[in-house]
């Protein structure tokens, strides 16, 4: 039998339930767990164990007065772009870097109600902005398949810890596959939902047309019980959708037959490595036999997609980060100096150079005389590719393609060249400007043994759909049981 930290999070439930484990003993492995691997890897920000604790001791007392729920007493984490009331979040960012959260974010809120315990907050991309957590201001997280690559981004302390086994789940944020990218890095399951289909709020805004919260973990049926806690309309969120949330978890059992999957022929071409093609490609050739049809399709914009999200989102986070100007809350410099001395001063020692870079960007894009030429257009470019979609969908239920073109690559391989690391999400990034569901899920290993990425993206507000298509390769396939040696 595999060790509890290795467990997946609902076979680790039915421990708890049956009273073999309690969540204060499963917490305390975890945290030893944590202590041992985390010099190696780096995935947390901030550590709560004390917190944890007791919060693990008052799990295990309402289950004690019979209270039952998949997330009662599990040690989770959350990426540090939400707010977590009492403990410091900073968007892995300098300027916020002593900013303690005053309130909980909605899905912190409907966690702590179903009884999870939080472990801490994790390492990401400042801002969420990056592809590979090395734009972190804390330093680097390190991929636990291989420490000389990246785990992906900006959710790759997320990834790290969930694949590294420090935590049962994580949450991240998928702004243009920040979600995505890192759990195929790291071998794990990771899950978009549609936009409008998790609250935002309390989540630090990068892009709020694009922001979207979702769950990490080492199966598909984990991240079906963390969704359907967090999913669900929020008064507080006037972007969130009154969608009724299905029970995801008792929908994966939905039969495949019938099923319709199309493959985008602009996703398997140059630039994509042979190993992750032919992962993917195999992973269609199985759901093929188990009487999928399988039709070839084209989303001939998505050739726009990277440039259009690049100005689009750099537009949205210019505005959202004018908010930090050293006066309201975070980094203040120079106060003496005069108002605008202090603005300039605090942002410049705040931010890092790719924050400032997409600032920058963005500014461009909105300023007089630029406005039509490119922010516009942009807009023009991201409705085609919702188009694009829309028509894909005619003809079938899931379109497949990889989630990345490479594996994991290495630590400081791309940091020299923006472009390069920013076509990482080249196949991502499509699904956002859509606001489509989208998941990752393992489908294989390169030569090196990193993982390889499957990406399934769905009709709006189908996640039950995917989530169930992902379990049925899952449940078929040997990678949901295989973790990295550390």
Not at 54 to 81: F, H, M, N, T, W
Not at 169 to 175: H, I, R, S
Request: glycine fraction near 8%.
């Amino acid at each position: 039998m595999l060790e509890p930290i290795w467990q997946p999070l609902a076979q680790v439930a039915k421990e708890l339930d049956a009273g073999r484990l309690s969540s204060v003993e499963l917490t305390t492995q975890v945290l030893h767990h944590i202590e041992a691997t985390e010099p190696k890897i780096h995935s947390f920000l901030t550590l709560t164990p004390e917190t944890a604790l007791e919060e693990a001791r008052a799990a295990d007392e309402r289950r004690a007065r019979g209270e039952r729920g998949p997330l009662l007493g599990v040690p989770i984490a959350v990426k540090d772009v939400i707010l977590t009331k009492g403990v410091r979040t900073t968007a892995a960012s300098r300027i916020l870097e002593n900013f303690v959260a005053p309130y909980d974010a909605t899905v912190i809120r409907r966690l702590r109600e179903a009884g999870a315990v939080f472990l801490g907050k994790l390492n990401c991309d400042e801002f969420a902005m990056g592809s590979s957590t090395e734009n972190s201001a804390f330093g680097p997280t390190y991929n636990p398949w291989n420490l000389q690559r990246v785990p992906g981004g900006s959710s790759g302390g997320s990834a790290a810890a969930v694949a590294a086994g420090q935590c049962f789940a994580a949450l991240g944020t998928d702004t243009g596959g920040s979600i995505r990218q890192p759990a195929a890095c790291c071998g794990i399951v990771g899950v978009k939902p549609s936009y409008g289909r998790v609250s935002r709020y309390g989540l630090i805004a990068y892009a709020s047309s694009f922001d979207q919260i979702g769950p990490m973990a080492r199966t598909v049926a984990d991240c079906a019980l963390v969704l359907e806690i967090i999913a669900g309309r929020d008064p507080r969120d006037a972007t969130s959708a009154a969608q009724p949330v299905p029970r995801y978890s008792a929908e994966l059992e939905r039969p495949l037959r019938g099923l319709r999957l199309a493959l985008p022929q602009e996703c398997f071409g140059e630039g994509v490595q042979a190993e992750v093609r032919d992962a993917v490609l195999s992973a269609v050739r199985w759901f093929e036999s188990q009487g999928v049809a399988v039709v070839e399709t084209s989303l001939p914009h998505s050739r726009y997609a990277v440039p259009t999200y690049y100005l689009v989102a750099t537009a949205e986070a210019s505005s959202n980060l004018a908010r930090y100007d050293g006066v309201r809350f975070g980094l203040r410099l120079a106060e003496e100096a005069g108002l605008l001395t202090m603005y300039g001063r605090t942002r410049a020692s705040g931010f890092g150079a790719e924050v400032k870079r997409r600032i920058m960007l963005g500014t461009y894009a909105l300023s007089a005389g630029y406005y039509d030429a490119y922010y516009l257009k942009a807009l023009k470019v991201r409705t085609l590719v919702r188009r694009d979609f829309e028509a894909a969908f005619t003809r079938a239920d899931v379109v497949a393609m990889p989630t990345a073109p490479t594996t994991a690559f290495r630590l400081g391989e791309k940091t020299g060249d923006p472009l390069q690391m920013y076509l990482s999400d080249i196949f991502t990034i499509a699904a956002n400007l859509a606001g489509l569901p989208a998941l990752s899920l393992p489908c294989g290993f390169d030569q090196e043994g990193l993982p390889i990425g499957l990406q399934l993206v769905g009709r709006p507000f189908q996640e039950a759909q995917l989530l169930a298509a992902a379990h049925a390769y899952e449940q078929a396939h040997p990678w949901k049981s295989q973790h990295p040696s550390l």
